[in-house]
């Protein structure tokens, strides 16, 4: 990936997490008895976004120039449509799961966190990864479930449950 790409997707990196991080607070990051609160995780996720989008930049920046040769240091000539394909099939992917994020973080608040959740895990498997129609479905409502059980029966934590909220008595 050319420079410019990497310094791109940090940037957006260093946006999610900032945009993770800030609206998380509105959930509470720390609670009463400095018990994790709704906002914990988005906090400490955003927060790890930044760092990561800070590393590549700063990786980026180190390295300055984009060589095209292989491990033995030889040069390889220049791209060809096989590379160039395949790195834009991957900035295609990575764009796609920037945008299934935004969606997710827009609709938590009406959908609520564990049907969002579930729904992005679902599309990234089936539309980004190709997975099986059931396979994908099983899978994020598995995750879903898992998320629910940890969250909100085992460690007492109430997750924003929007729509759903009257379903499950919250």
Known sequence: MKPRGDYVGAL????????FSTL?????????EARISPGFVPFIAGLLLVAFGAMIGWETWKSRVHVTTNPTG???G????????????????????FGLLLIAVILSPILGFLLTFSILVFAILAVVEREHFWFSLVISLSIGLLAWLIFYQLMGIR?????IAPLIGG
């Open 78 to 97: 220049p791209e060809t449509e096989t590379d160039k394909q395949a790195r834009h099939n991957t900035t295609k992917s990575v764009a796609l799961i």
């Open 12 to 19: 957006i990196l260093v946006a999610i997490g900032a945009a």
């Open 74 to 76: 030889e040069d390889t």
């Open 159 to 163: 997750l924003p449950l929007g729509i």
């Open 24 to 32: 998380s607070i509105d959930y509470c990051v720390l609670g009463e």
